[in-house]
């Protein structure tokens, strides 16, 4: 078995979009999984004596945990309801584990005549928990919440998505992004994955946000509680998003409640593509942007 170790992130990749996020190698909030996180740590430094079959025991385990939501790649500590209290968590051990399975799995024939080392998440027919439609793909590792709704879209492997989520058609989720409850990822919205480019923090978008169609969030943009990013914003780490009333810049987060509209500014004679916060999400946006409960129960 080739025990090589994989190529880490730089240090300047670790500090990609760290404003809002902390990165870990220390265990999680679940303690069952220090002893998992030692193996893992092990075999992705090239340093574990375990067998092939114990190698794919353990990254299987990290799939199995993934899926039922008992561990996940960023979870938010405590000391706050924003992230002016609590910061997001990122588990690096978890996307080790992601990775390490594209080395040790062979590629094989999988859904929808697809050659890969990964299969799609298996839904619960007998007790199902979510919508899916057909054509959704999610892969394997990915967790769905309770009540959410699955379009024609695409997740990929690490994803979490919370509770009533709504992710519509041809919208791509990246691999290892965090999406909260009661969120609207709207048609063909780009939410960023984390595995190529190799970069410490996914993006993660919190509880009650809308992310418009044709928007994309990249590069480990952290999108604050009830935020809405209206169609056609694109989001990166290095982006400008100034508040129109304040001139406040911010650069990889957008605010609790902050409605962003694309924008630009002027730089060198040329107007470079910028968000812009027109307002704090209101009654009236919120009857614009609001969830239909109806369509959330999968019952």
Not at 27 to 38: I, K, M, V
Not at 280 to 297: A, F, H, M, W
Request: proline fraction near 4%; hydrophobic fraction near 40%.
């Amino acid at each position: 078995m080739n025990n090589r170790p994989l190529s880490k992130p730089s240090e300047s990749e670790l500090l990609l979009g760290d404003t809002q996020c902390t990165s870990t190698q220390q265990e999680g909030e679940f303690g069952e999984s220090s002893d998992l996180q030692t193996k893992i740590e092990s075999l992705f430094n090239g340093q574990s004596e375990l067998n092939e079959l114990d190698t794919l025991a353990c990254i299987d385990e990290v799939f199995a945990l993934l899926e039922s939501g008992k561990i996940r790649v960023a979870v938010k500590s405590p000391g706050g309801e924003n992230a002016n209290g609590g910061k997001w968590i990122v588990s690096q051990w978890i996307k080790k584990a992601i990775l390490l399975a594209f080395k040790f799995r062979k590629s094989m024939k999988r859904e929808f005549d697809s050659f890969d080392k990964l299969g799609l998440l298996e839904f619960d027919y007998e007790d199902p928990t979510y919508r899916k439609v057909p054509n959704a793909v999610i892969r394997e590792g990915t967790y769905i919440g309770k009540n959410a709704v699955i379009m024609q879209s695409y997740i990929n492997t690490g994803a979490y998505i919370g509770d009533g989520t709504m992710v519509d058609i041809n919208a791509a989720i990246g691999s290892c992004a965090q999406i909260g409850s009661r969120c609207h990822i709207a048609a063909q919205a780009c939410i960023g994955g984390v595995l190529e480019p190799v970069a410490a923090n996914p993006v993660i978008i919190e509880d009650n946000c809308f992310i418009g169609v044709h928007s994309s969030v990249l590069e480990g943009v952290l999108v604050e509680e009830d935020a809405i990013i209206a169609p056609g914003v694109n989001l990166t780490a290095s982006t400008k998003i100034i508040d129109r009333q304040t001139g406040e810049v911010f650069r990889g987060v957008v605010p609790s409640g902050a409605v962003v509209v694309p924008g630009s500014y002027p730089s060198n004679g040329l107007n470079i593509a910028c968000g812009v916060i027109v307002k704090t999400v209101d009654s009236q946006t919120k009857s614009k942007t609001g969830i239909n409960e109806i369509l959330r129960d999968a019952d």
